[in-house]
């Protein structure tokens, strides 16, 4: 079992996607997160949901979480707004990650490794330079338990 | 919309639980994360699939990566056997974690905000001192924009 095996659809947005768009991909697919690919169609990054769910929060808000408590529920309810006006760009971390990718050909002790210890929900599986897939640490989990009970 | 109507189905573990049955319950739901909750109901932390996944990995392998390439491929397929002698209480980490929970009256800016405060991919759901639920950054986007479009 290689990496290129147990990866899954591609869920992929660029710097200049707009936030709301992400935000529904990771809303209907119900992913923890996405991958941010280049203009060669190379990995950069992953943006995790909760950087999402960041943007919808006002920055007074995340000085003083005690604001949150009385902000007015439309107020609320329109807090989707902010991504509309936002690029994936803006939701990225400033400080740059470890780009977490794998080669299609690696183990799954490869992948465990490389997902172990920089401690990441999903990695990127590479062919030739391009991405064709990710591997999620749940998704490694099912495969590493299969292949134990059909061994 | 409050927290206990955007909370879903709760996946929960105790300390005392086997490392390969928590493992299981992430690879069949596929589920990015399990709540640890003590003896009397209330959650004390989370349990994140890459730490799950971490424990699959030879602590020789953890600290030199390039030794997982060399592997032979039956030592790698039969990685989860390590889980069998585990409890989730070892796959913890460490350091404790500051514990992400929300009451059941919280709105989405209260739950946001704290999701976005601690980087979380999911936080729990409280009634009573009681956990009724779970609530994930993705669930929460999807949450916050049908509000905004039956809005």
């Known amino acids: 079992m290689h990496a290129q095996e147990m990866s899954e659809e591609i869920a992929t947005v660029t710097r200049q996607t707009g936030a709301l768009e992400a935000a529904r991909m990771m809303a209907e697919r119900r992913l923890p997160a996405l991958v941010v690919v280049g ?15 960041r943007c919808l929060v006002p920055s007074y808000v995340q000085d003083d979480p005690s604001l949150a408590g009385v902000l007015s529920e439309s ?21 740059p990650q470890e780009l977490p990718q794998v080669n299609h050909d690696d183990t799954i002790i ?17 062919r030739d330079h ?11 989990l099912q495969v590493t338990l299969n292949t134990d009970r059909d061994g």
Chains 1, 2 share one sequence.
């Not at 203009?39 to 769910?53: C, H, R, T, W, Y």
């Not at 465990?112 to 990695?123: E, I």
């Not at 391009?130 to 490694?140: C, D, E, H, N, P």
Request: net charge positive; aromatic share 0%.
């Open 39 to 53: 203009p060669d169609g190379q990995p950069e990054s992953i943006l995790p949901a909760s950087e999402v769910v």
């Open 75 to 95: 107020m609320a309810d329109r807090i989707a707004e902010r991504l509309g006006t936002r690029t994936v760009r803006d939701l990225l971390p400033r400080e």
């Open 110 to 126: 490869e992948v465990a490794a490389l997902m172990a210890r920089l401690r990441t929900p999903m990695v990127a599986v590479l």
């Open 130 to 140: 391009r991405m064709i897939g990710v591997i999620t640490a749940s998704r490694l």
